[in-house]
């Protein structure tokens, strides 16, 4: 008995009348010959069936001793790659973090540094101000001996005459004649 | 272990539909290796059918499965690189293996095969001469089955090219 092929039982008679035809045109039919003889549609023969059931134990002791690895052996394997991924991972997040930290500190003593520019340019503008204000009175200390007010109001006040600049009176002092402490009057010795 | 019932049964169903199904294929599938040029034929035929029973998922067509082990077998086995020493003349195009066609074609049918292109020579051999179905020979060269009928068909007109050279024919 042929072994029934299912895909073949069920073929479209257009797919058979086309093989036939096909066949026709090439000439072929089965050649009967002693190299043939168990080629198509044969029995079994003992040597056959004997190959066959080598085979067909051959597979089974196959499938027996093949090593089926299980879940967890996968996951053993892969262990170490994951602890390793999760260490560099890690690692790189701090590393991130330091970085970060690093360039707000910088940021800060930048800022830090800008203030203190900032303060110290307002404190050079506010002396220079200063500055010039005590030139002004310098001028008007001087201003007195050369007789001309050092400002404006200066002036004005000196015609209401609220301020005379007169030098002050100096009461001239014999040098010889000094008192003493004791109230005794030292004389200086006769020249001989 | 196994259990008992997938120890006795086969893709091909019992034991004794295997050993039918093997007495067909088997040299069946030891010419075809053959016309792939391989060097051990019988091997790869019966390395086919150890794959087979091996899985533990039967195929759906399992003719063509064996079909297309030993075809995939052939031509590793046709490899340079795993052949070093394998001379030039052993290793022919697909269909034209060294006295592959003897055993089962005549000196005609030979000749006109020889004048086919290799590709439709191949589909011409899996449907003609192996008798094997479209959706098989699909399987068996990873092509769709539409690919398997044209390239049928256009061996089909180039063998009536062969037989009324310059005449005119329809096409299909």
């Not at chain 1, 009348?17 to 000439?27: F, I, K, T």
């Not at chain 1, 910088?106 to 303060?119: C, F, L, N, S, T």
């Not at chain 2, 195009?93 to 089962?104: H, L, N, S, W």
Request: net charge positive; aromatic share 6%.
């Amino acid at each position: 008995m042929p072994w029934p092929e299912p895909v073949r039982r069920f073929e479209s008679p257009e797919d058979k009348e086309l093989r036939a035809e096909l066949a026709e045109l090439l000439g072929h039919r089965p050649v009967q010959g002693a190299g043939t003889a168990n080629y198509f549609g044969a029995k079994p023969t003992p040597e056959i069936v004997a190959l066959a059931e080598k085979l067909r134990l051959e597979a089974q002791r196959r499938r027996n001793t093949s090593r089926r690895r299980p879940g967890w052996m996968l996951l053993a394997a892969g262990l170490p790659i994951a602890l390793a991924l999760t260490g560099l991972g890690s690692w790189g997040l701090h590393q991130q973090r330091k970085a970060e930290a690093a360039a707000a500190a910088v940021r800060q003593m930048e800022e830090r540094v800008r203030h203190a520019k900032e303060a110290s340019e307002a404190e050079i503008q506010r002396s220079r101000e200063h500055g010039l204000q005590q030139g002004g009175s310098l001028q008007l200390a001087v201003a007195p001996e050369t007789g001309k007010p050092a400002t404006e109001a200066e002036a004005k006040a000196n015609r209401k005459g609220r301020k005379k600049l007169d030098p002050y009176p100096v009461i001239p002092v014999e040098r010889g004649v000094v008192p003493s402490p004791a109230g005794t009057t030292q004389v200086k010795a006769p020249q001989r | 272990m196994q259990p008992p019932s997938s120890l006795e049964t086969t893709p091909f169903g019992a034991p004794a539909d295997f050993h039918a199904a093997f007495a067909e294929l088997y040299p069946r599938l030891v010419s075809y290796a053959r016309r792939y040029g391989a060097v051990y034929p019988e091997d790869i035929a019966q390395e086919a059918f150890v794959i087979l029973m091996q899985r533990e998922v039967p195929p759906e067509h399992p003719t063509a499965f064996v079909y297309g082990t030993v075809r995939t077998l052939a031509l590793t086995e046709r490899r340079p690189m795993k052949n070093q020493n394998l001379s030039l003349e052993s290793v022919m195009e697909p269909g034209r293996g060294a006295d592959a066609d003897d055993a089962m074609l005549n000196r005609e049918v030979r000749e006109r095969m020889q004048l086919l292109s290799p590709t439709f020579r191949e589909a011409l051999w899996l449907f003609v001469v192996e008798g094997l179905s479209i959706k098989e020979i699909a399987e068996i060269l990873s092509i769709p089955e539409a690919t398997v009928k044209t390239r049928i068909h256009r061996a089909k007109l180039q063998l009536r090219d062969q037989i009324n050279p310059g005449g005119v024919h329809a096409l299909a």
